[in-house]
């Protein structure tokens, strides 16, 4: 009999996997996909030679999270490339807001009557940001918090609306790049503990970037991959799990996958019929004949840009999609130029490029022109450097990963209380009313992300039991 058996090799559902092999215990992974990866995979969707990754593919969350460093994943061929600048934001008046590397470059784009006040936000947090963001991160009660006091601080700037927390700037510049950190995760900006969201983005970025993987995010999941299998654990692909009595017998299951999945598979009933799907997006990746011709010099430089002429453009996009119901236009747009810093995602002089704009759960509408339109406004010219294109809405997000439940790629609705108290109100989110079946999917603590911190937790929570059964 097996120790553990993990559904969903996802890093989260890989990461549970790899922290209990490193103790001893007999694992083995099922994963209803042909390969590994979840939402960290690379595939080429649009022209031979083109690697693009039909999900995540900056990961400020993966190269700061504490169970990805405590593990040797450079070893398996991991490793983190950090473009010039982690992010910019542009303006229609070719300027740009950046967050970088640096505190001072950072708040220097703000203009000077807002300098000041971020340096003074950030300040007290980024030199103690790795125990904050262990303690952040691995809450709650799966350890004690290493650094109480800024913990606290943290919470006392970030649990109100990020609305609250940029009433201290004075300018748009500010206001516009903070509420796109928000919008990431695709919630309201007036919603609760949306100025932590905005705060912990900024503040990993001024601690190691927002990197991509080089030659893309399957790289991580590989890396995991093989760091398990080193340890003795198993991975079982192209195995579709319908109930309990498809998998081997093992003192625990883990599930790296929705919490209805979850439900229906192990006979839990109705136990999480109040959790909530969220919005979703409609993404298209891009083969480009050279780069983006931004009008913002600062965006030709950044790993990612986000895209919208004003804090007021990004929270109506908001609004549209998560308290209307309808594809907004002009969208927000995410962006990410992974071929600025890894030339091998592409054929020599051309480039991958991706984008998405929200759109509401379930959305099946084409929001490729609109994107092209937004994007036209800040690099004229963008369309003629396009070679091929390949689309995503809901419907296929939802296919190509069974956990973006109508295509929400956060696996649940991070607005709300549901943003903190995931997946259910209990002070054990990784335990069901099954002793022996556990969840680690991005629907528990700390949410959405590639960084496996999930998956770290709810495998402290499985070792537990299994020591305590021993």
């Not at 890989?14 to 092999?21: N, P, Q, R």
């Not at 912990?200 to 190691?208: G, K, N, Q, T």
């Not at 997946?423 to 991005?442: D, G, I, K, N, Q």
Request: with cysteine.
């Amino acid at each position: 009999m097996l120790d553990a058996v993990v559904v969903g090799a996802g890093p989260n559902g890989l990461t549970a996997a790899v922290e209990l092999a490193r103790r001893g215990f007999s694992v083995a992974v099922f994963e209803a996909r042909d390969t590994v990866g979840g939402g960290a995979r690379t595939e080429e969707l649009t022209l031979p030679g083109f690697r693009h990754d039909p999900c995540a593919a900056a990961h400020p969350l993966g190269v700061n999270s504490p169970a990805f460093n405590a593990m040797p994943l450079e070893r398996y061929g991991l490793e983190w490339l950090n473009a010039p600048l982690p992010m910019a934001h542009p303006f229609l008046d070719g300027t740009a807001a950046v967050l970088s590397r640096s505190v001072a470059e950072t708040a220097a784009s703000f203009g000077p009557r807002d300098a000041g006040a971020y340096r003074r936000l950030v300040a007290p947090f980024t030199p103690r940001w790795d125990a904050l963001v262990r303690d952040f991160m691995a809450l709650p009660l799966t350890a004690l918090p290493r650094d109480p006091v800024t913990l606290a601080r943290f919470g006392l700037a970030g649990l109100p609306p990020s609305t609250w927390l940029t009433r201290r700037f004075h300018d748009d510049r500010a206001k516009a790049l903070f509420a796109g950190l928000v919008a990431h995760v695709i919630a309201p900006l007036g919603g609760i503990a949306t100025g932590a969201v905005g705060l912990v983005f900024a503040l990993a970025a001024h601690a190691r970037g927002w990197p991509v993987a080089r030659g893309g995010s399957q790289s991580v999941s590989d890396a995991l991959t093989a760091y398990l299998q080193d340890l003795g654990g198993a991975v079982h692909t192209g195995f579709e799990v319908k109930r309990l009595d498809d998998l081997p017998p093992a003192r625990a299951y883990v599930f790296d996958t929705s919490p209805h999945a979850l439900a229906r598979i192990a006979g839990l009933g109705r136990t999480y019929e109040r959790y909530r799907y969220g919005a979703s997006v409609f993404k298209v990746d891009y083969a480009l004949d050279g780069p983006v011709p931004w009008t913002a010099e600062e965006a030709r430089r950044a790993g990612t840009v986000q895209v919208a002429a004003s804090s007021q453009e990004i929270g109506a996009a908001l609004n549209a999609v998560s308290r209307e119901g309808r594809a907004p236009d002009p969208p927000f747009l995410i962006t990410v130029q992974p071929s600025v810093v890894d030339p091998s995602r592409a054929p020599e002089g051309k480039q991958v490029f991706w984008a998405y704009g929200h759109v509401p759960n379930g959305w099946d509408g084409d929001l490729t022109d609109a994107v092209e339109r937004q994007l036209e406004r800040f690099a004229p010219g963008f369309r003629d450097r396009v070679l091929a294109r390949a689309t995503a809405g809901p419907p296929q997000l939802a296919a190509r990963n069974a956990n973006y439940v109508g295509g929400d790629i956060a696996c649940g609705a991070a607005a709300g209380l549901q943003l903190l108290l995931r997946p259910r109100l209990t002070l054990r989110p990784y335990r069901t009313p099954h002793p022996a079946v556990f969840l680690c999917s991005s629907a528990t603590p700390p949410g959405p992300g590639v960084h496996g911190m999930s998956g770290h937790n709810a495998a402290k929570a499985v070792w537990r039991r299994l020591r305590a059964t021993d």
